[in-house]
């Protein structure tokens, strides 16, 4: 069984940062709350997103597995106000999703979670690691969009730099780092797809702290606490190696 409440703007924004790198996932629907693992179909990047109970004003699930088309139920849940309520209920028999915001009332079509792409681990990359505004890494994005379609990363003595090197013109940006970690004092550097990073960056918290573990020619990883509720984490492979 699955029957949820939920603030329509924090189901908005959740979907969001799904939606930013796949159109479809698997939703596991734990007693103790909602998570998402999802990679895109190149294998390129992933989302992982949980939203625990107590983030919901109702929560009952046994375990569920759903398949669910992102772009559909995003259009759906976006028809909701930011002071709306969204409801759920899983309809067993039919295996459709009903969603109820308002006078709104939708049935939704899953899809065979077999028929999805294979769920990623998270890996545990013990790299150096950064936390960061998510608006500097932004900035660092939108900068790098000028002059290139990648973007480097690479920290040097406890500094985190996004550069980019175009045609004609170059550009870095130093970014405010809160705090750095398990930094080691040699030079390390990763190339990555912007239209990746931009994806990515605009689902981070713009005002929140983002950890950031990099190391030479890992993936990125990047994870930050959603406002008031939840976590979300994106990991990037890198474009091209660095020589």
């Known amino acids: 069984m699955f029957e949820a409440e939920i603030s329509a703007s924090k189901l908005q924004d959740t979907v969001s940062k799904i939606d930013a790198l796949v159109d479809e996932c698997k939703v596991h629907l734990n007693e103790d709350g909602l998570s998402v693992q999802a990679v895109d179909p190149a294998s390129v990047g992933m989302v992982d997103v949980s939203l625990p109970k107590e983030d919901f004003a109702q929560y009952e699930a046994d375990g569920e597995l759903l398949g669910l088309n992102l772009v559909r139920f995003g259009e759906v849940v976006g028809m909701g106000n930011s002071g709306d309520t969204v409801a759920l209920e899983l309809n067993e028999e039919t295996r459709k999703l009903r ?11 899953l899809i065979d979670p077999d028929s999805i792409h294979q769920e990623p681990t998270v890996p545990d990359l013990d790299n150096a690691e950064f936390d960061v505004v998510g608006e500097e890494i932004q900035t660092a994005v939108k900068a790098a969009g000028l002059v290139s379609d990648h973007m480097g990363l690479r920290h ?7 550069f980019a090197e175009g045609d004609t013109d170059d550009v870095s940006v130093d970014m405010d780092t809160v705090d750095g970690r398990d930094i080691p004092d040699d030079e390390e550097a990763s190339l990555f797809s912007l239209d990746y990073l931009d994806a990515m960056a605009k689902g981070l918290p713009k005002d929140s702290d983002v950890t950031v573990e990099l190391g030479d020619d890992y993936p ?11 976590e979300m984490t994106y990991l990037l492979a890198p474009r091209i190696e660095n020589e």
């Open 220 to 230: 990125v990883k990047m994870t930050a606490e959603l406002a008031e509720y939840g």
């Open 156 to 162: 040097d003595h406890g500094s985190l730099e996004g």
């Open 99 to 109: 969603v109820k915001i308002g006078g709104l009332r939708y049935t939704l079509a």
